[in-house]
């Protein structure tokens, strides 16, 4: 089975860009999170998605922004860009969103806002 | 409050001795705790996972892991480090009382020596 996949795996970006993230889950998964990760402050969740629907949400701004489709594929958008957007956001897929589901990272999508 | 610590930034350890890395959780519900593996540059790979029964678990590249209940630790455990053991290690707990959120640990980097 193929793996969690993300594109691109690298971007470059400006000041007061936005850009978007897409992420496709293993087969037959249903769950797709996404995360920032920054050696600052780790990896912190951003949103969770299952059947189309937001489940969770972290603490950040309403510029991040996600959604999923029926096929389960899922992005994730950041409008006006900042300098402390640039990290690495990882995508992770489960087959459900059941508290004993693994989770399954993708190789996640280097942002770099300059 | 849920979270998960991981009180070391660093382990080092040499090629050939055991290697312990530590996680402790706070957890409302039962815990169901994970350990993931994260070379350079890349995604985040599952390594093993408690969810019920036997406080011992054994995952993937010869790592196990102990939970145990009344000091709320999970900590990773392999008889023999492996120089390319070496990499960023995350604990994460599934918290079941809160939309099976996942929280991450903020990482212990282990470096195995030759």
């Known amino acids: 089975k193929a793996g969690v996949t993300q594109t691109p795996r690298y971007l470059i970006k400006t000041r007061g860009q936005q850009v978007t993230l897409s992420c496709s889950p293993i087969s037959g998964h249903r769950s797709v999170s996404w995360y920032q990760q920054t050696p600052g402050q780790g990896l912190q969740f951003l949103f969770e998605?299952?059947?189309?629907?937001?489940?969770n949400k972290g603490n950040f701004p309403g510029r991040f922004s996600g959604r999923q489709f029926s096929n389960s594929r899922s992005e994730m958008n950041v409008s006006t860009l900042e300098l402390g957007d640039s990290a690495l956001y990882l995508c992770?897929?489960?087959?459900?969103?059941?508290?004993?589901?693994?989770?399954?990272f993708g190789p996640g999508t280097r942002l770099t806002v300059l | 409050a849920q979270s998960v610590a991981q009180p070391e930034d660093q382990v080092n350890v040499a090629e050939g001795n055991p290697l312990t890395v530590k996680c402790t959780y706070s957890v409302s519900g039962n815990p169901y705790l994970f350990w993931y593996v994260q070379y350079p540059n890349r995604g985040l790979q599952f390594l093993l996972k408690y969810i019920t029964g036997d406080n011992l678990v054994k995952g993937s590249y010869g790592f196990e892991a102990e939970f145990n209940k009344s000091q709320t630790s999970f900590h990773l455990k392999k008889p023999s480090a492996l120089v390319s053991d070496s990499a960023l290690y995350f604990c994460a707990v599934r918290d079941g009382y809160n939309f099976n959120k996942f929280y991450f640990g903020s990482g212990t980097k282990l470096n195995v020596k030759p």
């Open positions: 992770a897929s489960s087959l459900d969103s059941a508290p004993t589901d693994t989770q399954y």
């Open positions: 998605y299952f059947s189309e629907t937001q489940r």
